[in-house]
């Protein structure tokens, strides 16, 4: 690559980067980290612009402002897919999620790992190639199917998980209301990035040499 497309596509990079950056100083800027520390509900929003709104426009910059070269994508879409699996649902145990609420240090602890394995679940499948598009949508259908288990378990739940003053009272519902609206954005909202994200995969799996 010469130097001039090389300082083209870091330039493309900014715009998707800057947007995700953008996303975060929004979501984390405002009131919502209040909100989220005393409503589930609140909190599904959070989580959900998080990983799955800025985290894919700041991994879509990074690979674009350096481009990956990966030797085994689907064993790293294996492994970064594992990492989220257990940062997603680790922080939603009922320990670790009121020990976040309660603890404002935790909780930017809980936030940043949110934002790190989304990245990272996306990094793979945005390298060259046909084993990157391959191993893009392994991880986007294995994070689609695991994130809709638990917002299914979180809305199916028959008592309350969280303390009431965790799940808090929000859009007029009760704490068990609260938990099972969570649950139901995860479910149901948590579909579209990551089946936005098998489509484009499998684009490039089907076009690709």
Known sequence: MDGAAGGATWRGGVVP???GLAALLALWGGPLPDLARISFAWHMILHLGVILGAAPLVAIGLSQMAPLRVQWPIALAVAVSLVELAVVWGWHAPRLHEAAALDPLLFRVQQASFLVAG???WLP???PGKAAAAAG???????LMH????GVL???APRLLYAPEICGTAFG?????NQRLGGAMMAVAGLLPYLGGAALFTRRLTRAG
């Open 147 to 150: 994130m809709t288990m638990l």
């Open 119 to 121: 990245v990272l679940v």
């Open 173 to 177: 519902l009760d704490p068990l209301g």
């Open 137 to 143: 949508l392994l991880a986007m259908l294995f994070s």
């Open 17 to 19: 980067l800057g947007a």
């Open 125 to 127: 499948g945005l390298a």
């Open 154 to 156: 979180l809305t199916l």
